[in-house]
């Protein structure tokens, strides 16, 4: 028990970042406009954790986090047109095509870039889980249902990378994740409007 305490010491950025992680995606399947301030604290504390483990893209990806929590705020606030709520929608067959190919298209990009440049040791598999970060932030900001399917693939890709460097609190973290993210998709399903 004296371990569990010490690495608890040791890593309270992580175990801070991954509680707060915990209740932002809870809320956000709930639907509640309070996931994004949670979300802000889970960004804040991930920053130092990613960066001491050398995963740069999750770093930047944090930093892009920062800008969208704001987004996602005004957005599900007031996003549409007539300053009303944004209600769940779903993304046309070509929305989601185009969304596939940027996604193949930037992790190819950035996964060589930190391959090349960086100590990153899973170049890739970061890329991909930040970009996938990224395109589902996005689609979450806008209620759009496909953003749980997303975050679905990305976190079962997290929990493996973040294991495997000993991000261990991260690791069951992006798990839980993985399966609210399931949950999440049929909290959202009951309330979808077809645009």
Known sequence: MTYVFEWIAKNYY???????????????????????IIGLI??????????????????????FYLFITIFGWYNWHKGNKDGTPLKVSKLKTKGFYIIILIFIL???????????????????????????????????????????????????????MYLSKGLYAFSILYFIYCIMA???????????VKV
Not at 21 to 29: Q, S
Not at 42 to 63: D, E, G, P, R, T
Not at 113 to 131: E, N
Not at 153 to 159: E, G, L, Y
């Open 14 to 36: 992580e175990v801070i970042a991954s509680i707060a992680g915990f209740i932002g995606v809870w809320l956000t399947a709930r639907q509640n406009i309070w996931c994004w």
């Open 42 to 63: 889970n960004v804040i504390f991930s920053i130092f954790v990613f960066f001491n483990a050398q995963f740069y893209a999750a770093v930047i990806l944090q930093f």
């Open 106 to 160: 930037c992790v190819s990009i950035a996964g060589y870039v930190l391959d090349r440049y960086t100590g990153d040791p899973f170049p890739y598999l970061d890329s991909f889980a930040t970009v996938g970060g990224i395109i589902s932030t996005f689609l979450s900001a806008r209620k759009i249902i496909e953003n749980w399917l997303f975050w679905i693939f990305i976190d079962a890709v997290a929990t493996g």
């Open 182 to 192: 399931f949950y999440g998709y049929f909290q959202w399903k009951k309330s979808i």
